[in-house]
């Protein structure tokens, strides 16, 4: 049922020599009083496993080339409260581990693992209290060395042999993700169709989150950014509770969370319909930029290539719409440009919304290939300044697709949302 988990376990073992690797999930978070937080599995954890109860850890085995899985055990009183478990012996069964145990024997059997092993794994510095545990494992093992038993000698940070698998994504993980960015994609045209001048932020946030939940997306994949008028030149504005006022842009930053895999799409538009002439000065340009770079990304572009043509795009456009003077060359160069557009082109994209991987490997630049899901997102956010022309002041405005790499350039699989001036009227209209 998860040969694709089983066989994710079995490329990570393959680049283990004879160590092992102790991977935990994430812990359950309080909220308040004995009311916790929506619980959501680490997501090196998931990819690894499939697994999504909390209170777990994976090791790998890399001289058996076993994987073991430490769980809850079943227990059919907590279960009447809290839901069902596997317990260690139904996990092993349906995620296809070769072992598994209950967690409270995990302190047990993990010094007698790591026992002759040459090497240890494990997220090196992430968490302090799992670094200590790792530690009195070590401990444990080294106390025999008169036994003739060593203890691992070198010391490995797992997570980066994880994130580059997790960098180039699979035929199942590219289903979820369109299906994802499908679901999102609905989720802006309903808050499209539904915005007007009066209604308040959180009223437009709630068509978003009917939709998510309506198709199977229980949660966002991050909280939604909702902001009218001045509050889109925040970039990471989440009080969702002002009044949408006519003659304001409204930017709406939202994805759904589908098993796991994140949407992220970004779309402005005008409260009542209708762009104004200084509007649609700005949005031209962040348009521009942002077809640009999304057509800049193919197989064997350095990552870098479509945020340097989104940028100078952007640029011209500021010299255009004279909120900078002088030359496009010359305001890159000092930065200038940084007024009005802070933030990079776009992040990976996967389990998380801003997903691992990185953007260089072995000190050279990361080149797109098939497989790669990335965004791109241009945006000018114009708060009121001298210099300045008032007629820009407070327009914030950002573009956000979901780009997925293929062999013979690129998809955008968040498309069904209108983004063309004439589309989006035309969609308000009705």
């Given at each position: 049922?998860?040969?694709?988990?089983?066989?994710?376990?079995?490329?990570?073992?393959?680049?283990?020599?004879?160590?092992?690797?102790?991977?935990?999930?994430?812990?359950?978070?309080?909220?308040?009083?004995?009311?916790?937080?929506?619980?959501?599995?680490?997501?090196?954890?998931?990819?690894?496993?499939?697994?999504?109860?909390?209170?777990?850890?994976?090791?790998?085995?890399?001289?058996?080339?076993?994987?073991?899985?430490?769980?809850?055990?079943?227990?059919?009183?907590?279960?009447?409260?809290?839901?069902?478990?596997?317990?260690?012996?139904?996990?092993?069964?349906?995620?296809?581990?070769?072992?598994?145990?209950?967690?409270?024997?995990?302190?047990?059997?993990?010094?007698?693992?790591?026992?002759?092993?040459?090497?240890?794994?494990?997220?090196?510095?992430?968490?302090a209290a799992f670094d200590a545990r790792v530690g009195g494992w070590l401990e444990q093992v080294r106390a025999r060395e008169r036994q003739a038993i060593a203890a691992p000698v070198r010391y490995h940070d797992l997570?980066?042999?994880?994130?580059?698998?997790?960098?180039?994504?699979?035929?199942?993980?590219?289903d979820i993700l369109r299906r994802a960015g499908q679901i999102s994609a609905e989720a802006h045209v309903r808050a499209m169709q539904a915005t007007r001048p009066g209604l308040y932020e959180y009223q437009v946030e709630?068509?978003?989150?009917?939709?998510?939940?309506?198709?199977?997306?229980?949660?966002?994949?991050?909280?939604?950014?909702?902001?009218?008028?001045?509050?889109?030149?925040?970039?990471?504005?989440?009080?969702?509770?002002?009044?949408?006022?006519?003659?304001?842009?409204?930017?709406?930053?939202?994805?759904?969370?589908?098993?796991?895999?994140?949407?992220?799409?970004?779309?402005?538009?005008?409260?009542?319909?209708?762009?104004?002439?200084?509007?649609?000065?700005?949005?031209?340009?962040?348009?521009?930029?942002?077809?640009?770079?999304?057509?800049?990304?193919?197989?064997?572009?350095?990552?870098?290539?479509?945020?340097?043509?989104?940028?100078?795009?952007?640029?011209?456009?500021?010299?255009?719409?004279?909120?900078?003077?002088?030359?496009?060359?010359?305001?890159?160069?000092?930065?200038?440009?940084?007024?009005?557009?802070?933030?990079?082109?776009?992040?990976?994209?996967?389990?998380?919304?801003?997903?691992?991987?990185?953007?260089?490997?072995?000190?050279?630049?990361?080149?797109?290939?098939?497989?790669?899901?990335?965004?791109v997102e241009p945006g000018l956010y114009i708060r009121p300044a001298d210099k300045v022309p008032t007629e820009f002041h407070n327009i914030g405005i950002r573009i956000e697709d979901d780009v997925l790499v293929t062999?013979?350039?690129?998809?955008?699989?968040?498309?069904?949302?209108?983004?063309?001036?004439?589309?989006?009227?035309?969609?308000?209209?009705?």
């Amino acid at each position: 049922m998860f040969q694709t988990h089983t066989d994710r376990r079995s490329r990570l073992l393959a680049l283990m020599g004879n160590g092992i690797a102790v991977l935990p999930t994430a812990p359950e978070v309080t909220r308040n009083a004995d009311s916790h937080y929506p619980y959501r599995a680490d997501s090196h954890f998931v990819y690894l496993t499939g697994f999504a109860e909390p209170e777990a850890v994976l090791v790998l085995d890399a001289d058996q080339g076993k994987s073991i899985l430490f769980c809850r055990e079943k227990n059919l009183d907590r279960e009447i409260w809290d839901g069902f478990r596997h317990g260690p012996e139904g996990a092993r069964e349906v995620f296809g581990f070769d072992a598994a145990y209950p967690i409270a024997e995990l302190d047990q059997r993990l010094p007698e693992l790591l026992a002759n092993r040459d090497d240890v794994f494990w997220a090196v510095g992430r968490n302090a209290a799992f670094d200590a545990r790792v530690g009195g494992w070590l401990e444990q093992v080294r106390a025999r060395e008169r036994q003739a038993i060593a203890a691992p000698v070198r010391y490995h940070d797992l997570l980066p042999l994880i994130d580059g698998m997790r960098l180039i994504k699979d035929v199942g993980e590219i289903d979820i993700l369109r299906r994802a960015g499908q679901i999102s994609a609905e989720a802006h045209v309903r808050a499209m169709q539904a915005t007007r001048p009066g209604l308040y932020e959180y009223q437009v946030e709630a068509e978003i989150l009917h939709t998510f939940v309506h198709h199977g997306a229980r949660y966002p994949a991050y909280e939604s950014i909702v902001a009218g008028g001045a509050n889109a030149c925040t970039l990471h504005y989440v009080g969702n509770n002002a009044r949408l006022n006519d003659g304001e842009l409204l930017l709406i930053d939202a994805g759904c969370e589908l098993n796991g895999y994140a949407g992220d799409i970004t779309r402005t538009f005008p409260v009542n319909g209708k762009f104004s002439g200084p509007q649609r000065a700005v949005y031209e340009v962040v348009l521009a930029a942002e077809l640009a770079a999304i057509d800049a990304v193919a197989p064997g572009v350095a990552w870098n290539v479509p945020s340097d043509t989104a940028l100078h795009i952007l640029a011209q456009g500021m010299l255009d719409l004279k909120l900078l003077t002088g030359s496009v060359d010359g305001i890159i160069e000092s930065g200038a440009y940084k007024q009005f557009y802070m933030h990079g082109i776009g992040h990976w994209i996967g389990l998380d919304v801003h997903d691992v991987g990185g953007r260089y490997r072995d000190g050279e630049i990361i080149r797109f290939a098939p497989g790669m899901c990335t965004t791109v997102e241009p945006g000018l956010y114009i708060r009121p300044a001298d210099k300045v022309p008032t007629e820009f002041h407070n327009i914030g405005i950002r573009i956000e697709d979901d780009v997925l790499v293929t062999r013979e350039g690129r998809e955008v699989y968040t498309a069904d949302v209108p983004k063309r001036i004439d589309e989006i009227e035309a969609l308000m209209a009705r």
